[in-house]
């Protein structure tokens, strides 16, 4: 019969050493030769090699997520009320029956679809959310999605 083989760390439990022989051998950094890099000062070149092969000094690591670029982001509601102040800017021009919106000129990357449309316009847009385009188009608007591509896949459209 087989018999499943205990782990090596649940056999050390309850000891003091864990397997590292006396107590006072494996107490700090001191007994690796410090923490890190140390050692790579002026005496002992034994670390100098090291680091001459691998990249030691510059930035290294990864980006948080929480330090990327937030899109700056617009409601249809908002859109409707805001838009004799985007006409006065001329991020919009009025034609006959339809009002043209460069929302990137007044300063907006994404069209969400909070709110309901009643005007009729053209919006041009990075980003926009499928429930925008649908809401625009049954005002008889439309929406061009200039994006490189979709941010989050199935919720928007691309022009």
């Known amino acids: 019969m087989v018999v499943n ?9 309850g000891s003091q050493t ?13 007994h ?25 000094f510059g930035k290294r690591g990864f980006t948080s997520k929480s330090r990327r670029k937030k899109d ?3 409601n249809l509601n908002l859109l409707e009320e805001r838009l ?18 460069d929302l990137g000129k007044a300063g907006y990357t994404k069209l969400l679809g909070g709110g309901v449309a009643r005007t009729r316009m053209k ?7 499928q429930q925008a385009v649908e809401r ?11 994006g490189a591509g979709n941010k989050s896949p199935g919720k928007e459209e691309q022009a």
């Open 18 to 30: 864990h397997g590292g022989g006396a107590k006072k051998k494996r107490r700090g950094a001191g």
């Open 84 to 101: 004799p102040q985007f006409i006065a800017q001329g991020s919009a021009s009025k034609d006959k029956e339809t009002i043209s919106v």
């Open 123 to 129: 919006v041009t847009v990075s980003y926009a959310s």
């Open 5 to 13: 083989k205990r782990s090596k760390k649940s056999r050390y439990r």
């Open 32 to 56: 690796r030769g410090g923490r890190g890099m140390a050692g790579s000062g002026k005496r002992a070149d034994s670390k100098k090699p090291s680091i001459w092969k691998e990249p030691y």
């Open 136 to 146: 625009i188009k049954q005002a008889g608007g439309d929406v061009i999605a200039t």
């Open 72 to 74: 700056a982001v617009i």
